[in-house]
T-cell receptor, first 118, second 120 residues
Framework: AQKITQTQPGMFVQEKEAVTLDCTYD???????LFWYKQPSSGEMIFLIY??????QNATEGRYSLNFQKARKSANLVISASQLGDSAMYFC???????????????FGSGTRLLVRP | GAVVSQHPSWVICKSGTSVKIECRSL??????MFWYRQFPKQSLMLMAT?????????EQGVEKDKFLINHASLTLSTLTVTSAHPEDSSFYIC????????????????FGDGTRLSIL
């Protein structure tokens, strides 16, 4: 069964510094997708970045980059130049399977609460 | 684009009341919608997957008679919490899969803003 593990319940980072949020996953599928979402206190889920299992390059989206290490089954999120508005919950998620509607189901990790200090 | 509207955003009601939550895709057609539940400081847990015109598929441990899901059109799915009790208080969030979107799309789901349900 697919599983997502986020081992950091909470993280602090100084404003303008970089921070890495850890995510490891477990799947027997060869084809899968990995996602990071940000959830501010207001509750909405904000898509940040995506990495496909066959992507050779690490994904980047502005200040967000994904450190994808397939052999280690890790997909860590790196946020550069942290801003106060980055304070939120961050969830790692995986899309399971490739066939049928189940291929669109997302499995979420337990989340990491990031607090950016001024 | 790809906006999902969820209504209401916040509801407080008495124990025993049934509460309906709507999830609408505003600018795209959604063949599949997902309903999640999130307890405070916890992760999103998938409750059910609903496909337009067919019965919803519930995850293990979710009472289908308690959480009624209807997906009558390509733009609307509803979750009804029947005879709600305080233990049903939670944050409910829906998401929608866009019809025709590539299977390997980097955004398989578009999320609504969630509904905070408090049962007194």
């Amino acid at each position: 069964a697919q599983k997502i593990t986020q081992t950091q319940p909470g993280m602090f980072v100084q404003e303008k510094e970089a921070v890495t949020l850890d995510c490891t996953y477990d799947t027997s599928d060869q084809s899968y997708g990995l996602f990071w979402y940000k959830q501010p206190s207001s509750g909405e889920m904000i898509f940040l970045i995506y990495q496909g299992s066959y992507d050779e390059q690490n994904a980047t989206e502005g200040r967000y980059s994904l450190n994808f290490q397939k052999a280690r089954k890790s997909a860590n999120l790196v946020i550069s130049a942290s801003q106060l508005g980055d304070s939120a919950m961050y969830f790692c998620a995986m899309r399971e399977g490739i066939y049928g509607d189940s291929s669109y189901k997302l499995i979420f990790g337990s989340g990491t609460r990031l607090l950016v200090r001024p | 684009g790809a906006v999902v509207s969820q209504h209401p955003s916040w509801v407080i009601c008495k124990s025993g009341t049934s509460v309906k939550i709507e999830c609408r895709s505003l600018d795209f057609q959604a063949t599949t919608m997902f309903w999640y539940r999130q307890f405070p400081k916890q992760s999103l847990m998938l409750m059910a997957t609903s496909n337009e015109g067919s019965k919803a598929t519930y995850e293990q441990g979710v009472e289908k008679d308690k959480f009624l899901i209807n997906h009558a059109s390509l733009t609307l799915s509803t979750l009804t919490v029947t005879s709600a009790h305080p233990e049903d208080s939670s944050f409910y969030i829906c998401s929608a899969r866009e019809l025709g979107k590539a299977r390997y799309s980097n955004q398989p789901q578009h999320f609504g803003d969630g509904t905070r349900l408090s049962i007194l």
